[in-house]
């Protein structure tokens, strides 16, 4: 568990989806029949940590590298002046056949060498599109018309999910986005390394029982139209708000929490923040369940310390909601798309709320980073767990271990496990959960994994197995570079980001080889994919 950072509201209110340049860039890179682009990019890795969030990872993990846009070149290419002579116009209709699924879980397809992106469309099917934007190197439409539909193409559960973006793949079976994820996987794998694909054991994705109602944490945006309170998610590629009264990907008590307090500022008459005009008060209802103890924790996002009519506020939710444990107030008064502030204080109950994995136990306060989906978290860390093959007698090492989480899942089958952070609080959390926990042979320190595993080396200490959790843009070059080094015998990649992990992969393939990778749905009905892959050397 990672301490969270801050992320802008538009990012951080995707319920995993993965913005920002990558999703815009990447999408210049997807394969046609297996064809490889020219050129890797180099990832911006100055990032630290995944958000949850994670980002948050899902919010956890929204940061990504830029990719340019120059290096999409299709085999058999046209020239550039018959390229341009074939090239679409803004709002020009055209017949496409949907190849694949993008990285943002677009349909793709070619028009006239082209490449087209065109958000709800699915493999297989044909349709009428319509040019919204075109780019030098691709181009975005919409379905006008579906003449032949994919057998996998379902109605939606959400009533907004055409409008607030948060999920990107509602309208495709369950069954078949798990094989999607898994060809997303393949396609950054074609795209960023030289590996045989086909020599590849890549495992069919893990997915959920269930998988509606899995997120522990929602983080609402609160507005005002017409005297009428809102609080609900910003729009596709938009500010504007969209009012959310049921999420289908939410827990329910996360769900039914934001409503109450959102009914208790209408009837108190609380002020609502007004972005535009930078005035008001609440900004943000935070909630956030404990999945396994039943534990509910309340934050309010206030631009100002003062908050009017406090008692009775207090008073009201624990009235309507009196499963509540922990009533928290964040200030963040910047003008400013970050959600969270920098003071906070409890206004009645508890400071955190308590939530178990597996034999682990956490401590939640307001603003510690946990992952959105402890269900799939479990089965995640299982399969590190048993894809670094631990006799009991490993020293290992968890790099970017924040408070400690996958560490201390490994700790029962290591001999000696060592974590390293860059954040001083997260480090303080993870010796508190060893002691807690009573795992005396686990031991975190403060500060970067290339400084600090040479320095061991040099002691005459050398970890067997790495395991990494690095963020979206993957792990640092002096990270790997000290990992080749270093040589430990195993070396487990956990990846929320299969470009990255892809160029990080092909970073260690002088030394490394690649055994397996598994792909685990951590966020269902969006395009997100994480994986487990382990790696042995040569």
């Known amino acids: 568990m990672k301490k969270e950072q801050q992320q802008p509201k538009q990012k951080q209110h995707r319920k995993g989806q993965q913005v920002g340049k990558e999703k815009q860039m990447e999408k210049v890179q997807h394969l046609k029949n297996g064809q490889q682009v020219n050129k890797d990019q180099q990832v911006n890795k100055d990032q630290h940590k995944k958000t949850g969030q994670h980002v948050s990872k899902d919010l956890h993990k929204n940061t990504g590298q830029q990719v340019s846009k120059g290096h999409y070149k299709k085999k058999g290419q046209q020239s550039n002046k018959d390229q341009q002579a074939a090239k679409l116009e803004l709002n020009q209709t055209f017949p496409l056949t949907i190849k694949r699924l993008g990285i943002n879980g677009e349909g793709v397809g070619y028009f006239k060498r082209q490449v087209v992106f065109v958000p709800g469309a699915l493999p297989g099917e044909e349709i009428v599109a319509e040019a919204t934007k075109v780019h030098p190197k691709f181009a975005e439409a919409k379905i ?6 994919s057998e996998h193409r379902i109605k939606p559960l959400c009533p907004v999910y055409d409008q607030c973006g948060g999920c990107q793949l509602q309208h495709l079976g369950y069954d078949q986005q798990l094989n999607e994820k898994r060809d997303i996987v393949i396609q950054a794998l074609e795209r960023h390394t030289k590996l045989r694909i086909d020599e590849l054991e890549i495992r069919p994705t893990i997915g959920m029982e269930n998988p509606w109602g899995y997120r522990n944490k929602s983080q609402f945006q609160v507005g ?15 500010h504007n708000l969209i009012n959310i009264e049921q999420c289908a990907v939410q827990h329910p008590a996360t769900t039914k929490a ?3 307090v959102k009914g208790i500022l209408q009837d108190l008459k609380i002020p609502i923040y007004n972005e535009k005009k930078h005035k008001g008060l609440v900004r943000t209802i935070v909630a956030r369940t404990g999945v396994q103890t039943g534990e509910l924790q309340i934050v309010l996002i206030t631009t100002k310390k003062e908050l009017p009519k406090k008692d009775l506020i207090i008073e009201e939710i624990q009235k309507r909601l009196p499963e509540v444990n922990s009533i928290v107030q964040n200030v963040n008064g910047e003008k400013t798309s970050v959600i969270f502030g920098s003071e906070t204080a409890t206004l009645e109950g508890s400071d955190f709320i308590q939530e178990t994995l597996g034999d682990l136990q956490f401590e939640l306060s307001a603003r510690t980073f946990f992952q959105l989906n402890p269900e799939q978290t479990v089965k995640l860390y299982n399969e590190a767990k048993s894809a670094a093959m631990l006799t009991g007698k490993e020293k290992l090492v968890d790099a970017y271990c924040g408070v400690g989480t996958i560490g201390l899942w490994m700790a029962d089958k290591a001999g000696e496990v060592r974590g390293m952070d860059v954040i001083p609080e997260s480090i303080e959390d993870a010796k508190k959960n060893a002691s807690k926990h ?5 031991n975190f320190y403060m500060g970067k994994a290339e400084e600090l595993l040479p320095k061991w080396l040099k002691d005459g200490w050398r970890p067997d197995v790495i395991v990494v959790d690095p963020p979206r843009t993957g792990c640092d070059d002096a990270f790997l570079q000290t990992v080749l080094k270093i040589k430990p015998k195993t070396f487990v990649y956990v990846s929320c980001n299969p470009s990255t992990l892809a160029k990080d992969i ?12 598994q792909p685990v749905d951590m966020f269902p009905h969006t395009s997100q994919i994480e994986s487990v892959t382990r790696l042995v050397l040569k």
Not at 506 to 514: A, D, E, F, N, P
């Open 144 to 149: 006008k018309k579906i003449r032949k539909q």
């Open 224 to 238: 005002e139209k017409d005297g009428k309170v809102l609080a609900g998610l910003y729009g596709l590629n938009s």
């Open 258 to 260: 934001t409503e109450v």
């Open 438 to 442: 009573e795992v005396n042979h686990a």
């Open 506 to 517: 092909m970073t260690l393939g002088s030394q490394y080889k690649v055994e397996y990778i």
